[in-house]
């Protein structure tokens, strides 16, 4: 069964930083591009950032809103995925969801998402 | 940055009633992915390629479209149903999501 846990998310002033984390399992971590989505609260989704396999050279692709500031990161030995999370600012609240991008048979879509940690960013 | 424009932004349906919803892309996509989300809980992916229902979604879904025009359907709403709908599209870099669309129970 594909699971995704994430966890590190909090309560951070602005300009603060923060580190995501992500456990994967269930899976072969290292085949997938990985991905962060979040949610505003009562907001819609949007797409922060993906990281590519191994294959792929591990390329990195960010959020205009996030570029420059936040980095995406993986450990396939450990089967984590990463985000660290820097000069945050108070729209960067939300909900954070690992993502695992799917293969070619479901279209590379988002086939399955963890539970989501929660941000916060407040003074 | 191609825009997902979902419409309507809330609709409520009766049980057993027809429910379309739509999304326009501001620019041509080659496919529409749909995800569900229920209260306090992670969007799924529903629809991929279109019109491919993800494993374990019931028959009385579908989607279709092309270009720039895609749609979700379901055959007979049902209370299980209710519940909010994303678009998304990957042809292009950012893979943008639609604003979502909120279905109510009537």
């Known amino acids: 069964e594909v699971q995704l846990v994430e966890s590190g998310g909090g309560l951070v002033q602005p300009k603060g930083s923060l580190k995501l984390s992500c456990e994967a399992s269930g899976f072969t971590f290292n085949n997938y591009a990985m991905n962060w989505v979040r949610q505003a609260p009562g907001k819609g989704l949007e797409w922060v950032t993906r990281?590519?396999?191994?294959?792929?050279?591990?390329?990195?692709y960010y959020a205009d809103s996030v570029k420059d500031r936040f980095t995406i990161s993986r450990d396939d030995s450990q089967s984590m995925l990463y985000l660290q999370m820097n000069n945050l600012k108070i729209e960067d609240t939300a909900m954070y969801y690992c993502v695992r991008r799917g293969s070619m048979v479901v279209g590379y879509a988002m086939d399955y998402w963890g539970q989501g940690t929660a941000v916060t960013v407040s003074s | 940055e191609n825009v997902l424009t979902q419409s309507p932004a809330i609709m409520s349906a009766s049980l057993g009633e027809k429910v379309t919803m739509s999304c326009r892309a501001s620019s041509s996509v080659n496919y529409m992915y749909w995800y569900q989300q229920k209260s306090d809980a992670s969007p799924k992916l529903w629809i991929y390629y279109t019109s491919n229902l993800a494993p374990g979604v019931p028959a009385r879904f579908s989607g279709s479209g092309s270009g720039n025009s895609f749609s979700l359907t379901i055959s007979t709403m049902e209370g299980e149903d209710a519940a909010t709908y994303y678009c998304?599209?990957?042809?292009?870099?950012?893979?943008?999501f639609g604003g979502g669309t909120k279905l109510e129970i009537k």
């Open positions: 998304q599209q990957f042809t292009s870099s950012p893979y943008t």
């Open positions: 990281i590519r396999s191994k294959s792929n050279n591990y390329a990195t």
